[in-house]
C-alpha cells in the first residue's frame, strides 16, 4: 500500500538551495535513526564501580550509526530525550561543578561530534530544574524561575523539539515546538543517473504530561502540559503548511491502549492515530520495539506489529535505552511529480543491537573517549571524593553470624534521618521508639570477591555504592511488637535448623534464603536470640526493647526501603500498608549525609552494636559456613571469638573457605 | 490452559483498569484486618481480582501470596508468573525481587546475571519516577 505525501515545490526549492527540484520518478531511500534514554551514558563506564562496561554507552552506538550510514546513502539522526540526567557524570555537571555557560555538555558534545540532527525531550531532562535545561540546551525560556536577564548559553548543535510542555508565563512551549529540517539526500533521477535532492523532515517532540508529578518540586507553577494528541492536532496541520514532506514524532513515551487522557504517561498509542504522522520514534519504557519475542504487555496491544514495527500502521521504533540499541526505520520514497510518495511495503523498521554475542559487543567509538576525556576523569575524581572516613575496614564477610561491620551505620543513617523527619514534619509519631532494620546485600554470590569490603581510610562516594547497593529510598513502617517479631522470625529463614546431636558437619546457612533478606537490627536497645535448634518461626527467643519484653501492644517505627515495605522479600506485615514515611530521599544519599556530618567511623561507635546472638547450644558436630578464604582476622576484630576456620578450601572449587561458629558460645 | 486464562484476566484489565485499585485496597483490607477480621483466605481471592485487573501492586502481593500460600494453594509457578507480570508494569519492588532472585537464583528462577543486570537498570530507572 502506498500513500501520499503533500509537497510544496516552491519551499522545497528555497530550502535546498543549489539543490535541483525533483522530477517524477525521483527515488530516494532515507533512515531514521533513533537513540533514546541515553541517560548521559556517553561512555561504557560503571562510576560506581569505576570500571568499564562494554555492555551500555553511546560510543558503541556510535558504531552501529557508522553501519547505517554505510548502508543507507541517506539518513537521519535522532534523540528522544531522557539524555542529560542518569550518570555520575551528570551529577557532576548538573550538582557538584555546574556547567559554566560558554561549555557544552558532556552527552551534548559527542552528540554533536557524531552528527545528530535533531532531539527530542524526555521526562528527565526536567530533574535538574528549568533554569539548568534552559542553560544546557542553549535556550532563553522564557518562564518563572529562570533569569531573562542571562545569555544564551552553549548547548547542542541540532534543535530540539517539545510541543507538549508550556510556559505559565508566556502560554508558549518552552522549546520549539516543531522543526522543519531540510535534508539534502542522494537520490535516483528518473532517468537513472544520481541527483541530489531535498526533503523536508518535519520533527515534532512529546514528553510524558506526567512530568507534573515527578519534578513538581521544579515545575509547580511554572510549566503546565498538553496531552500528546491534542499538540499533534495543533501542530502538525502547521508543519505541512510550511511544506513538511514527512512527519516524524520524537515522543518520549511508550504504549498504553487505555482511554485516552491528556494527562496519559505513554500516549503514543493513540498518537499513532492522528492523522499525517509518517513514523514515530519513541522511548521512555526502556524497552525494544520492534521485537518478535517481546513479552511486554504494551507490545501486546490490537493495532501493534510488533514484529513488522508498526503502531496502527504507523512505522515506530523504540531503541531500548543507554545506548545499547539503535533504532533504524529504512524509508523509499518516490517522487511523483507533486509529492514525495512512501513505499510502505519496502519500509523496514529494526532496533539494532550493539551486542554481537553473550558477552561481545561492537567496538566503541575511541574519538568519543578523547572527546570527554576532561569531563570523564573529574567525574572519577568527584566519585572518589572523600566523604569522611572509617578507621575499622567494613566488610560482609562474617555478616551471617553477626559482623555488623558494613550494616550499623546504615541503621544508624537511617535512624537519624527519620528521628529528624519526626521531628520537623510528623509530630503525631513522635514518642514511637524508632528502629532500623538492614541486611547483607553482598555475600559471595557471585564468588568468593562479591562481598561488601570497603577498607580502612577515605570513605567516598563508591564506598557508599558498595555499603548501599541498590537504589532504593527510605521507607520507615509503623509495626507492633509481634509484628517486629514476625520480621524477625522471617529474617532468620536465613539459616538451617540445626540438630545439636548431630556428629557430622551442618551448614549453617539455608542457601535457599538469600542474604538480602536476612534483615537485622544494630541497636543497642534491642536484644533477641535466634535458636537455630527451633524450626523456622520459632527461633526469636527473648526480644527485648530496653531490657522489657517486646509485647504485642507495644509499637515500633523501623526504618528500612521502599522494596521491604512494600512487600519485598514476602515479610509478613509488611505489604505497603504500614509505611509511614516514604521518603524521596535514597538510603545511600542518606548514608552519605551521614557519613559526611559524623566524618570519622570508629568501630565501637559504628560496628559494635549487635542486637541478636544465636542462642546458646552444645552441639555434636561442627556448624559450618561458606566465606572468603583469609578473613579469620576480620571475624576476631568484630568480636565473634566464636568464628574459627574449619577448612581453607571447602572444596567446592569456586574459592571458598570453610569456616565454623560455636554455637555454645 | 492456565496461562491462557491468566493472559485473558490481564486483557481484561484494559476495561476495567479503575477496578484495581479499589480490589487492591480490598485485598490489604482483608490481609491486614483493616477495618475488619484478618482473613487471608478472602484477602488472597481479592488480591487475584485486582492482579488480574492490571494492578500491578497487587500482582506483586499475590505472587508473595502464592509462593507462601498464604489464603491460597502455594504454587511457585503461578507466583513466578504474576511476579514477572509486575515487574513488566516496571513496579519497582517487583523489578528489585526479580532482578535479586535471578542473581541469587532464589523463587525458583534459574540464575541469570545478565537479566538481572538490565532489570537493575530498570529498577534504578523506574525508582525516579514510581508509577505505583
Known sequence: ?665 | MKLASLLLALVCCIAHADEGPHAYARALAHRNGIGMAPDARIAAQWMAKAAGEGEARAMFAYSNMLWTGEGVTRDEALSRFWLEAAAERELPEALQELALALRHGARGFALDEARAAVLFQELAHAMRHPRH
Not at chain 1, 509481634?482 to 546431636?501: C, S, V
Open chain 1, 1 to 665: 500500500m502506498r500513500y501520499q505525501i503533500g509537497i510544496f515545490l516552491l519551499f522545497s526549492l528555497c530550502g535546498a538551495g543549489a539543490f535541483a527540484a525533483p522530477v517524477a520518478g525521483t527515488r530516494a531511500s532515507l533512515a531514521l535513526l533513533e537513540t533514546t534514554d541515553v541517560h548521559s551514558n556517553v561512555l561504557g563506564y560503571d562510576y560506581y564501580k569505576l570500571a568499564p562496561d562494554a555492555s551500555f554507552g553511546l560510543d558503541r552506538t556510535a558504531t552501529l550509526i557508522a553501519q547505517a550510514r554505510k548502508e543507507f546513502g541517506n539518513t537521519l539522526l535522532l534523540d528522544n530525550g531522557d539524555t542529560i540526567q542518569g550518570t555520575a557524570l551528570a551529577d557532576y555537571q548538573a550538582l557538584a561543578a555546574p556547567l559554566a555557560c560558554d561549555r557544552t555538555l558532556a552527552v551534548y558534545k559527542a552528540m554533536n561530534h557524531l552528527g545528530f540532527e535533531g532531539g527530542g525531550i524526555g521526562n528527565h531532562e526536567f530533574n535538574y530544574g528549568l533554569a539548568y535545561l534552559s542553560q544546557v540546551t542553549g535556550n532563553r525560556f522564557d518562564v518563572a524561575g529562570v533569569d531573562p536577564a542571562k545569555p544564551r548559553c552553549a548547548g547542542p548543535a541540532f534543535p530540539q523539539v517539545l510541543s507538549n510542555v508550556l510556559s505559565l508565563k508566556s502560554r508558549q512551549p518552552l522549546f520549539a515546538p516543531y522543526h522543519i529540517i531540510d535534508k539534502q539526500v542522494s537520490a535516483t533521477g528518473a532517468d537513472g543517473k544520481p541527483v541530489q535532492v531535498a526533503i523536508k523532515v518535519g520533527i515534532i517532540g512529546f514528553a510524558p504530561p506526567t512530568i507534573m508529578s515527578w519534578d513538581k518540586r521544579w515545575l509547580d507553577g511554572k510549566i503546565y502540559t498538553e496531552g500528546v494528541r491534542e499538540s499533534a492536532l495543533k501542530y502538525i496541520p502547521e508543519m505541512k503548511a510550511k511544506g513538511a514532506d514527512l512527519i516524524v514524532a520524537i515522543s518520549h513515551g511508550g504504549l498504553d491502549a487505555s482511554p485516552y487522557s491528556p494527562a496519559m504517561e505513554n500516549g503514543n498509542y493513540h498518537l499513532a492515530q492522528v492523522d499525517g504522522i509518517d513514523a514515530m520514534l519513541i522511548g521512555h519504557s526502556h524497552q525494544v520495539f520492534p521485537n518478535a519475542a517481546s513479552t511486554s504487555p504494551q507490545f501486546d496491544l490490537p493495532g501493534v506489529d510488533k514484529e513488522k514495527g508498526l503502531v496502527h500502521g504507523v512505522p515506530t521504533v523504540m531503541a531500548n535505552l543507554w545506548g545499547k540499541h539503535l533504532g533504524v526505520i529504512g524509508l523509499h520514497l518516490t517522487f511523483d511529480g507533486k509529492r514525495w510518495v512512501v513505499d510502505k511495503a519496502r519500509t523496514t523498521v529494526e532496533a539494532r543491537s550493539a551486542q554481537t554475542g553473550e558477552k561481545s559487543f561492537v567496538a566503541a567509538d575511541p574519538a568519543l573517549t578523547a572527546l570527554i576525556a576532561d569531563e570523564h576523569e573529574a567525574t572519577i575524581r568527584f566519585v572518589k571524593t572523600p566523604l569522611g572516613e572509617t578507621t575499622f575496614r567494613m566488610s560482609t564477610y562474617f555478616g551471617d553470624v553477626g559482623d555488623v561491620s558494613a550494616l550499623e551505620v546504615v541503621n544508624q543513617a537511617q535512624t537519624a534521618y527519620v528521628a529528624t523527619y519526626i521531628k520537623t514534619g510528623m509530630p503525631e509519631l513522635a514518642g514511637l521508639p524508632v528502629l532500623s532494620a538492614a541486611a547483607p546485600f553482598k555475600s559471595g554470590i557471585a564468588g568468593a570477591g562479591d562481598f561488601t569490603d570497603v577498607r580502612a581510610g577515605s570513605l567516598a562516594m563508591n564506598n557508599a555504592a558498595d555499603l548501599y547497593l541498590y537504589p532504593n529510598v527510605l521507607y520507615t513502617v509503623k509495626i507492633n511488637g509481634d509484628q517486629l517479631k514476625g520480621w524477625l522470625e522471617h529474617a532468620a529463614g536465613r539459616f538451617n535448623t540445626i540438630d545439636p546431636a548431630r556428629k557430622g558437619p551442618q551448614e549453617l546457612i539455608n542457601t535457599s534464603f538469600p542474604s538480602y533478606n536476612f534483615d537485622s537490627l544494630t541497636s543497642k536497645d534491642v536484644r533477641y536470640e535466634i535458636d537455630l535448634t527451633r524450626a523456622p518461626g520459632q527461633r526469636i527467643q527473648k526480644l527485648r526493647y530496653r531490657g522489657k519484653p517486646v509485647g504485642a501492644a507495644d509499637l515500633f517505627l523501623v526504618a528500612t526501603n521502599n522494596y521491604r515495605a512494600s512487600g519485598g522479600g514476602g515479610f509478613p506485615a509488611l505489604d505497603g500498608s504500614r509505611t509511614v514515611i516514604a521518603s524521596p530521599a535514597t538510603n545511600r544519599e542518606i548514608l552519605i549525609a551521614y557519613i559526611k556530618q559524623v566524618k570519622t567511623l570508629k568501630r565501637a561507635t559504628h560496628a559494635s552494636n549487635r542486637s541478636w546472638r544465636f542462642a546458646r547450644v552444645k552441639t555434636a558436630g561442627p556448624i559450618v559456613f561458606h566465606t572468603a578464604p583469609g578473613m579469620l582476622a576480620l571475624a576476631r576484630e568484630a568480636g565473634l571469638k566464636q568464628v574459627s576456620l574449619y577448612k581453607a578450601d571447602d572444596g567446592l572449587g569456586r574459592g571458598f573457605a570453610l569456616y565454623q561458629v560455636d554455637l555454645s558460645k
